[in-house]
């Protein structure tokens, strides 16, 4: 079966009920998943296939003073080993940055570790621009 595409919204909470075991990296907690789904500036591109979700990618649009337009940064995609190598993170990012440009984005954009090939070549497949500067994460435990 050729998995569903859609983006979730406020009140689809159940359909993240059933996900294949290597979607995402932890367990779905259900407060997490509709404090997410019902905040409008969330988004989660879903891969259903068999009533079980095999992939994701999510992503949020924000707005800042200094911007004409709302930017879109996407968080995390992932996709069920079974299921890898079929398109499925393609069609997931797709969704996302249609959703994107729907909302006025002009400009999305990802991290990655350039030593994840898949998601280097996922990106690059979809037309994203390598940042030619070696960008640097800090992470701070709150």
Not at 56 to 66: K, T, W
Request: charged fraction near 25%.
């Amino acid at each position: 079966m050729i998995p569903e595409i859609r983006i979730l919204r406020a009140g689809d909470e159940a359909v993240l009920d059933n996900v294949a075991a290597d979607v995402f990296d932890d367990p779905i907690q259900a407060q997490a998943a509709r404090e997410f789904l019902g905040d409008p500036r969330h988004h989660l591109a879903v891969a259903v296939a068999d009533q079980v979700v095999v992939g994701f990618a999510s992503g949020v649009h924000y707005v800042h003073p200094d911007k004409p337009n709302p930017e879109f940064w996407i968080n995390e995609v992932g996709v069920s080993a079974a299921h890898q190598r079929r398109g499925l993170g393609k069609a997931l990012m797709n969704a996302l940055l249609a959703a994107a440009k729907t909302l006025g984005c002009r400009e999305a954009w990802v991290l990655t570790e350039r030593d994840n090939a898949p998601a280097m070549r996922l990106y690059q497949t979809l037309g994203g621009e390598e940042d030619p500067q070696d960008t640097v994460m800090f992470t701070f435990f709150l």
